[in-house]
């Protein structure tokens, strides 16, 4: 009789531990960060460009190096003063203006790769006004 009041037991309480755990929120749901808005012309690979982007005090957007072809590397050659910028992978990467922050900032990407006309280094400044 007693094992079988434990196994009950048991039972209940493993039930119930998987039903607070299904009910549970993830402490950070992660949201998918947005294109940033850009204005940017870009030239072909070895050859510098800018352009332009908006973004909201303390939000993120994501930053996809345009340039026709493939991209083979790529670094941040300078950082941004009023932001922070981060590396997602060779083709992409996440600015985040600084929170409480309105005005511009600047910031460039150096990035290596081969289109279909040209291959080489190309640095792209970007300049950035926080909303």
């Known amino acids: 009789m007693k094992t079988s009041i434990v196994t009950t037991r048991a039972s209940g309480i493993a039930a119930l531990a998987l039903i607070f755990a299904l009910n549970v929120t993830p402490a950070s749901s992660a949201q998918p960060v947005p294109e940033c808005s850009m204005s940017m ?5 070895g050859e510098n460009s800018s352009g332009d982007i908006d973004v909201a005090s303390g939000q993120s957007c994501q930053i996809p190096i345009g340039i026709r072809g493939t991209v083979t590397d790529s670094a941040i050659s300078q950082k941004p003063a009023y932001g922070k910028l981060k590396k ?3 083709s992409t990467f996440e600015y985040r203006a600084k929170a ?5 900032d600047t910031f460039a990407i150096k990035a290596t790769g081969q289109g279909p006309k040209a291959s080489g280094t190309s640095v ?3 300049h950035a006004t926080i909303k």
């Open 88 to 90: 997602i992978n060779a």
């Open 100 to 104: 409480k922050y309105k005005g511009s």
């Open 41 to 45: 012309t870009l030239a072909d690979w």
């Open 124 to 126: 792209i400044t970007v």
